[in-house]
């Protein structure tokens, strides 16, 4: 079953801009971890924010998690032409390690 | 992407053909995944490993058989496919055990069945 839905879909965006996505979840989480798909290729893991966090930064990403709201949101400034790919949201609900991915979001970072 | 490989990267097979896909990881990892990418539609998890175990198979049709001889090694056997199982499959693996787990992905097989 889905459980992170990220919207917008898709974003396009100047380079230098930031560049702001969200992901709602449904059921409560353990962690809530976003990861970067550049095209056809694996994904590769950003920053994991734990439930009991609110936010988190790792370089020019910065994670907030609104437990309340089971909404999260990755922001990344200063974008770069690089950062072009898609995100995506993942929620592990337990201690499996078993993460439920949402459907992403297309980034274009335009030069 | 590092650490976890993937082959082949580009596989087109036909409905009665017999082919495996194969997953290596040297993270030191003890779980292993499959996943598949289908256009459109969010990353599915098909089967997770944890120390050689299978713990989770999500429904998956049993024309996907998967192996896991050993926690550096995972394989997804594939018979008598359907054109609607073309995509992406991924392999992950991590750390088991621990509450707060990162997944690292291989570069995937695009798989095509005629």
């Known amino acids: 079953s889905q459980q992170g839905e990220e919207d917008p879909q898709a974003l396009s965006i100047q380079e230098g801009e930031n560049a702001t996505m969200n992901c709602s979840y449904k059921?409560?989480?353990?962690?809530l971890q976003w990861y970067r798909q550049n095209s056809g290729r694996g994904l590769v893991h950003l920053i994991l924010?734990?439930?009991?966090?609110r936010e988190k930064h790792s370089g020019r990403l910065r994670v907030t998690l609104d437990t309340s709201k089971k909404s999260s949101s990755l922001l990344i400034t200063a974008s770069r032409a690089a950062d072009t790919a898609s995100y995506f949201c993942?929620?592990?609900?337990?201690?499996?390690?078993?993460?439920?991915f949402g459907q992403g979001t297309t980034l274009q970072v335009k030069p | 992407e590092t650490g976890v490989t993937q082959t082949p990267r580009h596989l087109v097979m036909g409905m009665t053909n017999k082919k495996s896909l194969k997953c290596e990881q040297h993270?030191?990892?003890?779980?292993m995944y499959w996943y598949k990418q289908s256009a459109k539609k969010p990353l599915e998890l098909m089967f997770v490993?944890?120390?050689?175990?299978?713990?989770e198979n999500n429904s998956v049709p049993s024309r996907f058989s998967p192996e896991c001889p050993n926690s550096s090694h995972l394989f997804l056997h594939l018979h008598t496919l359907q054109p609607e199982d073309s995509a992406l499959y991924l392999c992950?693996?991590?750390?088991?055990?621990?509450?707060?787990?990162?997944?690292?992905f291989g570069p995937g097989t695009r798989l095509t069945v005629t």
């Open positions: 992950a693996s991590s750390h088991s055990g621990s509450p707060y787990v990162e997944q690292y």
């Open positions: 059921t409560s989480i353990n962690n």
């Open positions: 924010i734990r439930s009991n966090e």
């Open positions: 993942a929620t592990d609900s337990g201690n499996t390690g078993k993460l439920i």
């Open positions: 993270l030191g990892h003890n779980a």
């Open positions: 490993y944890s120390l050689e175990e299978r713990v």
